[in-house]
């Protein structure tokens, strides 16, 4: 299921809605494909929405919210936001691969591949294998 967003992202992010598209997508299309080649970024579940790139550690609807995101800002740059959608902005740059770098950095501990499941399901059985 992550491998099929991230294919998903890969390939349709940044594709025009109107004849003619807008050179605003490059940059955000740019910046998917730099967290894409992140091999901790790609194991999370990936989503995009009004110019930012969005990871979750599970797959079904409601994200855990707790991994930052990056947004295209509309001179090129980028900012890194989060974990959550209330959180105050961490950073701008010019550079997606800083974005990126600054997002691995704020991984939570142990953050591994995306749970298959929801935040619940995956609380639930993180209980019952902590009890093992």
Same mark, same amino acid.
Do not use: H
């Given at each position: 299921?992550?491998?099929?967003?991230?294919?998903?992202?890969?390939?349709?992010?940044?594709?025009?809605?109107?004849?003619?598209?807008?050179?605003?997508?490059?940059?955000?299309?740019?910046?998917?494909?730099?967290?894409?080649?992140?091999?901790?970024?790609?194991?999370?579940?990936?989503?995009?929405?009004?110019?930012?790139?969005?990871?979750?550690?599970? +797959?079904? /609807?409601?994200? $855990?919210?707790? &991994?930052?995101?990056?947004?295209? @800002?509309?001179? #090129?740059?980028?900012?890194?936001? !989060?974990?959550?959608?209330?959180?105050?902005?961490?950073?701008? +740059?010019? /550079?997606?691969? $800083?974005?990126? &770098?600054?997002?691995?950095?704020? @991984?939570?501990? #142990?953050?591994?591949?995306?749970? !298959?499941?929801?935040?619940?399901?995956?609380?639930?059985?993180?209980?019952?294998?902590?009890?093992?």
């Amino acid at each position: 299921m992550v491998e099929a967003a991230w294919r998903k992202s890969l390939t349709t992010t940044g594709e025009p809605t109107r004849p003619g598209g807008t050179p605003l997508l490059e940059p955000f299309a740019g910046m998917v494909r730099v967290a894409g080649a992140e091999p901790q970024l790609r194991q999370l579940y990936p989503w995009t929405g009004m110019g930012v790139l969005y990871f979750s550690r599970c +797959t079904e /609807s409601r994200p $855990t919210w707790d &991994v930052p995101c990056i947004g295209t @800002l509309g001179d #090129g740059r980028y900012c890194v936001e !989060g974990p959550s959608c209330n959180s105050p902005r961490i950073a701008e +740059t010019d /550079s997606a691969q $800083t974005a990126v &770098v600054m997002v691995v950095e704020r @991984l939570p501990v #142990g953050c591994g591949p995306a749970f !298959g499941g929801s935040p619940e399901e995956q609380a639930a059985y993180r209980g019952e294998r902590d009890r093992k």
